[in-house]
Nanobody
């Protein structure tokens, strides 16, 4: 079993910062890609930021220059530092990880339960 547990959501005002964290635990052989997705009210879930096992990062255009994703490989954690938050950043943020549980197994996507971020204007 693999679990992803997020923390750090909350209510902030526009222009403020917030830090989200996600910890992966359980039967993990190797974590490849980790990332954050967002689902705004009434919209589909979208990719916000990802970081690969080689530390390459990719960001959605809407958050470039404001959000920073980082990863602690030994602790199996990923963090999303969000700055200059806007009301349109409101949504439920989900942690995602592409994980191999055995050396011979395929990679599977795992998801956290989500943490809510609300940005007031």
């Amino acid at each position: 079993q693999v679990q992803l547990v997020e923390s750090g959501g909350g209510l902030v005002q526009a222009g403020e910062s917030l830090r989200l964290s996600c910890a992966a635990s359980g039967n993990i052989f190797r974590i490849n890609r980790m990332g954050w997705y967002r689902q705004a009210p009434g919209k589909q879930r979208e990719e916000i930021a990802i970081i690969t096992s080689a530390s390459s990062t990719n960001y959605a255009d809407s958050v470039k220059g404001r959000f920073t994703i980082s990863r602690h490989y030994a602790k199996n954690t990923v963090t999303l530092q969000m700055s200059s938050l806007k009301p349109e950043d409101t949504g439920v943020y989900y942690c995602n990880a592409l994980i191999k549980t055995q050396w011979f197994s395929a990679d599977f996507d795992y998801w956290g339960q989500g943490t809510r971020v609300t940005v007031s204007s």
